[in-house]
């Protein structure tokens, strides 16, 4: 990291201790050392035991790592880097609309039937990811299922995500697998109009569709960080929810 992005980060860790920063052995490793080592990890998808020497040990990366997780320390960090970027181009970092999509991939070989599930569309035996995105396509909210859960039916757990983290958002944009039903649903529940993005019926091959490129493309980036793809592909089976908080 740089000076400029430890002195945005190092605010939004936990304080130092075994409890409510008081108490327990001081840290003896640098913290900024640590987030590179977690950084490092996350995007190189490498296993624990093989953070190279120059890092602090993998059992204290680790158990800091786990410390900051229950201490919510990642969404303080990624809201604080998402509400910055709108800034930056002199837009409000309140989010006032949303896209929606949803991606299947499969499943590590480690992960039993009762895990995942199969996608009749696509073909696969996986995950599903349900991503909920601001127009800058930044992460609003995320769900992830077994693959054979239908995208109407993620929609509805998305946009609770979407809601419980943002009561400001009254437009979501999504494509035609979510038409119908959902529709109806998102204004009567969350007062939320849905607009669907349909391809046109003359295209051939790949067309840049409005609004929805924006979640493609924000999609088609999650596997370029490894571990976190690998995470969705063999993790805890249950629905995993990852929403910046209000």
């Not at 080592?37 to 786990?66: E, K, M, N």
């Not at 303080?76 to 929606?100: F, H, K, M, Q």
């Amino acid at each position: 990291m740089t000076d400029g992005q430890w002195a945005l980060l190092a605010p939004l860790l936990p304080a130092a201790g075994s409890t409510g920063g008081r108490g327990g052995r001081p840290e003896k490793w640098d913290r900024r050392l640590v987030l590179d080592a977690i950084f490092s990890l996350v995007r190189g998808g490498i296993a624990w035991r093989a953070l190279p020497a120059d890092f602090p040990p993998h059992q204290t990366v680790y158990a800091l790592f786990r410390r900051w997780t229950r201490a919510r320390a990642w969404c303080r960090v990624y809201a604080a880097l998402r509400e910055r970027a709108p800034l930056a181009d002199g837009r409000s970092p309140v989010p006032t609309a949303a896209v929606i999509d949803s991606q299947t991939v499969r499943a590590a070989d480690t992960v039993p039937t009762a895990s995942s599930g199969y996608d009749g569309g696509k073909k696969i035996k996986g995950r599903k990811r349900h991503v909920a995105v601001d127009t800058g396509g930044l992460l609003l909210a995320v769900v992830v299922t077994t693959a054979s859960l239908q995208d109407r039916d993620g929609a509805f757990r998305i946009t609770a995500a979407l809601r419980e983290a943002f009561s400001t958002i009254t437009l979501v944009w999504a494509d035609a697998g979510y038409a119908g039903r959902f529709v109806r649903d998102a204004r009567k529940i969350w007062d939320l109009a849905v607009a669907i993005v349909k391809r046109p019926d003359q295209a051939k091959g790949f067309v840049l569709l409005h609004r929805r490129w924006v979640v493609e493309r924000t999609q088609s980036h999650c596997p370029q960080s490894v571990r976190l793809d690998r995470w969705q592909r063999g993790g805890d089976h249950r629905d995993q929810r990852a929403a910046a908080p209000a």
